[in-house]
Every structure is written in C-alpha cells, then in structure tokens.
C-alpha cells in the first residue's frame, strides 16, 4: 500500500551511541533523521530548541501573578529539583482522576502558587518553560507508572493507538510499528517515540507538543484531531511514553 | 517565536595568528512574503537582509540576505585572532531593527 521499504534506519543515521537512541526494539526518531538534522540537534548551539530553552530559563525565576513568586521560589534549582521528573510523566493524578502531564501541572501550580493565569495550551512561554523542564531531565530513561489508578486510563490510550480512524482509515500502529523507516512520500516515518518532546520541528519553524504532533497526525490521516490537553491525548501520550520505555529522554530533540 | 534573539560563539582566548572559528546564531522567522494565511492575506515578507561583524571596530566580514535563508539563520566562518579586543554582530532586519550582541576574546 505504501513505498517499498529502504534501508533501515540503522544504516543511514551515522555516528549514533546505539544505548543513547535505541532500547531493544525501540528507536528514538533521532535514528530516523538525516546526518544534517542529527547535527542540528546534537550542537547545543545550532538547536533551534535551545532558543526555547533559554526562555524557559527567563520563566522560571520570573515573578509573575498576584502571589509574587516564581517557579524557583519554591523548587529553586530547576537542574536539581527538576532532574528526572519528565521521565516519569504523565502519570495519574487522584484530583483529575485522569492522567496529568508537565503542561498541565505547570499550569496547576501557575494558578495555585503564583495566582496567575495559566498559559495557553501550545502558548510560546508554556512550550518554552516545558522545553526548559524537559531538558534537565536529558539522558534519563524514561519510566512511567501504567499500574494501580493509572491503569485504566493506560487502557484507554491503548484502545486509542490501533483502530483505524480517519478517511484514510489509518490507525497509529501501521505507520509506526509495522512501516517505520518506510518513507510516506518525502519523509521517513519513524516509531513515533516522544523521549524528545517538547521538539523543534523543522517544517513548522517552531517548538511542538506531544498533543499538537498527535493533532497533526490525526489531520494528517484526514482524521478530526482532538483537543489538546484532552482525555483522549492525555491517554495517548501515556501508552505512547511507555511504548516507548527506557529510551533516555532527548529533550529539546529536532525533528523534520 | 521569540524575535531578535541572538546567539554567538567566539573563542574566550587564542593565540595571535590562530584561525578561529566564529559562530551566529538568531532566532528571527524569516517571512519570505510567499506565504499566506489561512484567511487568505499574505504574510509580508519580513527578514534579516544583512549581517556584519566588527573585530575590533574593523568590519571583518559582512552578509547580504535575501529570500530563502532559512528560519533562525545560522551562519559560521573563520578569521584570524590578531589582538585582544570585542567581536560585535549585528543583524538589520526589514523593519529596520538592529539586533546586536558582541563577545570579547582575549588573545595571547
């Protein structure tokens, strides 16, 4: 149905510590770049992400709401106190009774801590300070919790990632479990990992969230994307963290 | 997309006659003026049309851009390290606003 397979990913992406990209069968999208995209985002300064990064930096020692305190007031050292923690996200949230990831927890303690508005889903400062947290978590396995409340939940992201859907009839498994490394007409579809999320994608020229690449995959299989920050993608974005387990987190990662 | 933000990369020391390599980073999106949007009015175009860098006071290299370089434009190119003083970047962009950033080096 699709082009004919070319070589497999591990033949064309060069110069790649095999335990820094890939976990038993799971590979990071970072072997399915091109040499150049590999170098865009292994140089801190060339990364366009980093740009983002730095903003994240700005935020979070910036007073902002009525409580007059920043993020660091509180949690100080983001390089200590933030080491490790996007690892473990998304997990269960008792008071959502839901699964909860880094953008709405940022926005939870933005309201409750420091009294201010939270960011706009895929606002600028929101994907700059989740790129900041993101990055100090970087080489860091990732690990989430899929048992106890979180089970369910993990069910349901599950039943999400295989019927088809969309005019095209497409379901998320057959690109990116049975055709990873094929190309989808110019680009190489790769297993769809999210250890490098927030990312820099080329071809939008801006940062991205795990939530706008699974609404830009729905659209792209002619499918009516979901909200961000949904029930529906919160339950993806789990089953597709533990799909992809152990994979150290890559984050600010550049993608095509 | 944060405009105006600039990025470099100068050796902090060098020894005199050394080739070093100097690097420039800025986040700008470079609007080609091809471009629309969804409601069908075009994006004006909106770039970084020249780039210069001073050693020292001395222009030592200069840049015209024009269309088609890429968002956030990167660019790298060598000199040689002759004295100790500042390397100022400056970036003219369509509405006329000049970014600027400088490094000092230190040559031994």
């Known amino acids: ?256 | 997309m944060a405009d105006g933000i600039t990025r470099v990369a100068v050796p902090e020391t060098a020894a005199k006659g050394e080739i070093i390599e100097i690097k420039a980073l800025a986040s700008h999106p470079m609007d080609n003026g091809f471009m629309f949007r969804d409601n069908g009015t075009r994006i004006p175009r909106w770039i970084i049309h020249r780039f210069e860098v001073d050693y020292n006071d001395e222009l030592i290299f200069a840049a015209d851009w024009h269309v088609a370089i890429s968002a956030n434009p990167y660019i790298s190119f060598h000199t040689i390290a002759t004295e100790s003083g500042t390397i100022n970047f400056r970036w003219f962009d369509d509405n006329g606003d000049i970014y600027t950033e400088s490094a000092k080096i230190t040559v031994v």
Not at chain 1, 166 to 174: E, F, H, K, N, P
């Open chain 1, 1 to 256: 149905m699709l082009a004919a397979p070319l070589a497999p990913a591990a033949t064309f992406a060069q110069g790649w510590a095999a335990e820094r990209y890939q976990v038993e069968d799971r590979k990071s999208g970072y072997l399915y770049l091109g040499d150049q995209t590999q170098a865009l985002q292994d140089d801190d300064f060339l990364n366009h992400a980093f740009f983002a990064v730095e903003r994240g930096a700005e935020l979070w020692s910036a007073v902002d709401g009525a409580a007059g305190v920043s993020c660091a007031s509180c949690h100080g050292d983001a390089a200590e106190s933030m080491r490790g923690v996007t690892a473990r996200l998304p997990r269960y949230d008792s008071e959502r009774d839901g699964i909860i990831n880094l953008e709405l927890l940022i926005n939870r303690e933005r309201e409750r801590k420091l009294k201010a508005e939270p960011y706009a889903y895929e606002s600028e400062d929101l994907l700059a300070l989740t790129a900041f947290l993101a990055f100090q978590s970087r080489g860091i396995p990732s690990e989430v919790e899929i048992g106890g409340a979180a089970a369910p939940f993990f069910e349901k992201g599950r039943e999400h990632y295989f019927p088809r859907r969309g005019q095209l009839d497409l379901s998320c498994t057959q690109c990116h479990d049975e055709r990873d490394g094929m190309m989808l007409r110019g680009d190489r579809m790769s297993q769809g990992q999210t250890n490098g999320f927030p990312f820099y994608r080329l071809s939008w020229h801006s940062m991205g969230s795990t939530h706008r690449m699974f609404a830009w995959c729905n659209n792209a299989m002619r499918a009516e994307p979901y909200a961000p920050a949904s029930e529906e993608y919160l339950n993806l974005e789990l089953y597709v963290a533990w799909r992809g387990r152990g994979l150290p987190i890559e984050a600010p990662a550049v993608r095509r």
